[in-house]
Nanobody
Framework: QVQLVESGGGLVQPGGSLRLSCAGSRITFSIYAMGWYRQAPGKQRELVAKITSDGRTNYADSVKGRFTISRDNAKKTVSLQMNSLKTDDTAVYYC???????????WGQGTQVTVSS
């Protein structure tokens, strides 16, 4: 059974930084597009950043220039470096693995990020 386990969430002040990591197991990690999504209270889940199997990235407009997604296929990890955090970034952040050539899509359990003074 595929597992995605997020880590690195927590409480940070506005303007601060956090680094989220997601470790995959029992998955052919390199062939999946990996993404970070977030869901704030009362809002729909939204894409934050995605990195394809060949390393192409895209970001939500709200995080461009502040967040950076990266992957290490050998370690089966995907990371999200978050800088200049804002209170609006407060949400549960979810790791996602999507196989774009087939019906395989997996989610992690989520990690809470709270930006508050």
């Amino acid at each position: 059974q595929v597992q995605l386990v997020e880590s690195g969430g927590g409480l940070v002040q506005p303007g601060g930084s956090l680094r989220l990591s997601c470790a995959g197991s029992r998955i052919t990690f390199s062939i999946y597009a990996m993404g970070w999504y977030r869901q704030a209270p009362g809002k729909q889940r939204e894409l934050v950043a995605k990195i394809t199997s060949d390393g192409r990235t895209n970001y939500a407009d709200s995080v461009k220039g502040r967040f950076t997604i990266s992957r290490d296929n050998a370690k089966k990890t995907v990371s999200l470096q978050m800088n200049s955090l804002k209170t609006d970034d407060t949400a549960v952040y979810y790791c996602n693995a999507e196989y774009q050539l087939g019906p395989y899509n997996y989610w992690g359990q989520g990690t809470q990020v709270t930006v508050s003074s």
